[in-house]
């Protein structure tokens, strides 16, 4: 036990000390937040302000489109084309709409001209605008019909689903998915680095030839799990830098950033008549997202990210220790460790959408496919997503499945690590797991 | 008193009997080779006494008690033919991080490879990384992490490779005073001439089991086929004896073969009677290089793989 602390401490220490961990852990977040900072940035300032002139001959708007700072519609009735074109040419306005006398309400087709090509953005916009207005009047031009009539007529209808039972409370289902998929992903992912760099500190290990003068004071056993424990620890410790340190950039935009507020932006990037949806989307989410029971997920979240990693980590230190010096060889015998974790990233998927499926609660249960499964489940809440039982026993598989293959790996390890020169198939690997002694 | 004792020991693989029925004692203070060619079953048997392998028969009698691994392990000293160190690390910290390993504490373990470094004038290597370091230089590094805990018995496999003619005197002064302080020492190796100089005791494996054990000195003379060299101011023509056959004629001396029944003072005789000047006589031992050829060749050298029903 003393040994294994040992060589966990050195484990953690000689990679925490790294520059490359420090650049990882602190250059990510970073990295997160300067793009999440630059795309709001440009989402709010990005687009220039589009005047456009509006020379209506017909008279077909009114005299009034939809104006806001960012797109102006100015209407100039008394030029004429001509004269319009030099002042869009002088860059009084980004373009011009020019409407001849002779068009009616039913025509289907006007002409933007603007001094440069328009953004795909303010394209949409303006002839979004244009054509609403130009519905609003044909929809007046009908007999008996007033602006309050159509407004009234155009309002939209805010639909609710809920389900059958589960009182008053509001449907949740994005926002469960929303967070069961980055949860299971986080641990897919979670799965994939630190398993690869526990394979790749054991190959460190046999290719320099150190194996066998450790493994003279210390037992196989014991190396493999410092080494496991030790690379977990790194993981912890990386994810929880990686959480305060976004959390608190996030935390600093509004202050970095004075007058813009994320929320904000994120309504007004698409088209206007959109923000009004959007922006009661994003309270919604807002609310749902403080339904969540966060302590319970994360808790759960810390305890498969464990979980699995351990269970996985073992099988990778046992690929790492059968392969020789040529990298290439792992390639292969990764195949079998690697296809559960794919698989129940799939499997994820489908229990995200549906967490009581048949597949969803197999997965769930199935120590090799349960770090990654569970967790979407979990983030639809108990029991609606999942009954205690289940979550108890599925934790119960995961450590009894934990133990499992720590025990086979340690075998197929103890016999690897000292084995050289020879490319080592599965078949011997299963002969070395379960011969006697 | 005999720190190790091993008793029929015995491990099989699936295909090969890598250590048959092996039986060897070890005195204390000793330096004792193992000797064997490429394939005999050293490595096993080492890897078994240094408690990385389970003897699958016999046993092995560690300082009088049954060798446990986990507490005797931290008695020996191992420096495997296959070594390395972690290439990244610190040198000081990689060697109190091995020391560590091998039950020492961190202070103890700081204290003494800072001995040991001002003893192989290594100190200001403290805070390079291995990958700086030569060949030779990672290998003295390596005798030192190998010897640093003061083990009782320190098995060393091929530990001159790669050293240069100081470095290796070095090293040698090293395992000559560590044998003095009582440490035994197992000296794995094929280089016959370095084993003829430092052991006391050998033995030589072949195919898993032991086909010589004693002292250098009595297997040599087990071995002496009584050559003698005799050198002569003048060598006289049509020399003839019922004593001994000449062999070859080198200048001035000659390697004779003394016949059965006879004894080396009759060659003498034979020369000072004609009134030859004899300026040096002297018996010509085999060399242990000798004896190993002689005993390992005729078996096939490399082992075939056959089934094994143990």
New interface residues.
């Given amino acids: 036990m003393n040994?294994i602390w040992?060589?966990a401490q050195?484990e953690f220490t000689?990679r925490v000390r790294k520059k490359t961990f420090l650049l990882s852990t602190i250059l990510l977040p970073l990295f997160i937040f300067v793009f999440y900072a630059l795309m709001i940035y440009f989402s709010v300032n990005g687009s220039d302000d589009v005047r456009i002139a509006v020379v209506d001959k017909a008279n077909l708007f009114g005299d009034s489109i939809k104006s806001d700072k960012e797109l102006q519609f100015k209407f100039l009735n008394d030029e004429t084309e001509g004269s319009i074109r030099t002042k869009v040419k002088n860059k009084e306005y980004s373009g011009y709409i020019y409407v001849p006398g002779s068009t009616s309400l039913e025509t289907d087709s006007l002409q933007v001209r603007a001094e440069k090509t328009l953004g795909l953005m303010t394209r949409e916009k303006i002839e979004k605008r244009v054509s609403s207005r130009l519905k609003e009047k044909r929809l007046l031009s009908l007999p008996a019909i007033t602006q309050k009539q159509i407004d009234s007529a155009q309002r939209d209808v805010g639909i609710k689903v809920t389900p059958l039972e589960g009182n008053e409370k509001k449907d949740k289902s994005a926002v469960s998915y929303a967070v069961g998929f980055a949860s299971g992903f986080l641990i897919y992912i979670i799965l994939f680095i630190y398993g690869t760099m526990v394979m790749r500190g054991v190959m460190?290990?046999k290719v320099?030839?150190?194996a066998?003068?450790?493994?003279?004071?210390?037992?196989p056993f014991q190396l493999m799990m410092g080494k496991i424990l030790g690379i977990g620890a790194v993981g912890l410790v990386q994810f929880l830098i990686w959480i305060v340190l976004v959390s608190v950039l996030m935390a600093l935009l509004p202050v970095l950033m004075p007058g813009v507020d994320p929320q904000q932006a994120m309504q007004q990037v698409p088209g206007n008549g959109m923000a009004q949806a959007q922006q009661s989307g994003v309270a919604v989410f807002m609310t749902h997202l403080s339904e969540i029971n966060f302590p319970l997920l994360i808790s759960c979240f810390i305890f498969y990210f464990l979980g699995g990693y351990l269970l996985y980590s073992s099988l990778f230190a046992a690929v790492g220790s059968s392969v020789n010096e040529d990298p290439q060889d792992a390639q292969s015998l990764l195949l079998p460790v690697t296809m559960p974790i794919v698989f129940s990233f799939v499997i994820m998927m489908k229990a995200v959408n549906d967490p009581t499926s048949g597949l969803a609660v197999f997965g769930s249960l199935f120590p090799l496919s349960s770090p990654i499964v569970m967790m979407a489940r979990l983030a639809h809440g108990i029991p609606s997503g999942v009954t205690i039982t289940e979550l108890l026993l599925s934790m119960l598989f995961l450590i009894l499945g934990f133990m499992l293959t720590t025990w086979v790996a340690a075998k197929i390890y103890r016999t690897g690590i000292?084995l050289?020169g020879k490319k080592v198939t599965w078949k011997e690997m299963w002969k070395w797991a379960f011969r006697k002694? | 008193m005999n720190i190790l004792e091993v008793r029929r020991l015995k491990k099989y693989y699936a295909t090969q009997k890598a250590v048959d029925d092996l039986s060897f004692s070890l005195a204390s203070g000793s330096i004792f080779g193992l000797l064997g060619p490429n394939g005999a079953g050293k490595t096993t048997l080492i890897r078994m006494i240094t408690g990385i392998f389970f003897p699958d028969e016999g046993e092995i009698i560690f300082d009088g008690r049954p060798f446990n691994p986990v507490s005797d392990i931290l008695q020996i000293g191992y420096m495997p033919e296959e070594r390395g160190l972690y290439k990244k690390m610190k040198i000081g910290e990689q060697a109190v991080y091995l020391a560590q390993l091998k039950g020492l504490s961190k202070s103890e373990a700081t204290r003494k490879v800072k001995e040991w470094f001002v003893r192989f004038e290594m100190q200001s290597w403290w805070n390079k990384k291995v990958e700086d370091l030569s060949k030779g230089m990672s290998q003295k590094l390596q005798f030192v992490t190998t010897v640093l805990h003061e083990p009782k018995l320190i098995i060393l496999d091929e530990p001159f490779s790669g050293l240069d003619p100081v470095n290796a005197n070095l090293i040698k002064d090293e395992i000559y005073r560590l044998a003095q302080n009582g440490a035994t020492i197992i000296f794995s190796t094929h280089r016959m001439e370095q084993v003829e100089e430092i052991c006391d005791h050998i033995i030589l494996v072949n195919k898993g089991t032991k086909i010589l054990d004693g002292t250098v000195k009595a297997v040599r003379q087990q071995f002496k086929e009584h050559l003698f060299r005799i050198s002569l101011e003048e060598i006289p023509a049509g020399i003839e004896s019922p004593a001994f056959d000449i062999l070859r004629q080198e200048d001035h001396s000659l390697v004779v073969r003394i016949r059965e029944t006879h004894k080396p003072n009759d060659v003498l005789q034979y020369f000072l009677s004609r009134q030859q000047n004899v300026t040096g006589f002297q018996e010509i031992l085999p060399s242990l290089n000798e004896i190993f050829i002689r005993l390992v060749e005729g078996t096939p050298l490399s082992r075939k793989f056959e089934k094994i029903t143990a």
Avoid at chain 1, 212 to 219: C, M, N, P, T
Wanted: net charge positive; no cysteine; aromatic share 4%.
């Fill in positions: 040994k040992i060589v050195r000689s460190e290990e320099s030839r150190i066998e003068v450790i493994v003279s004071s210390v037992k000292l050289y002694n």
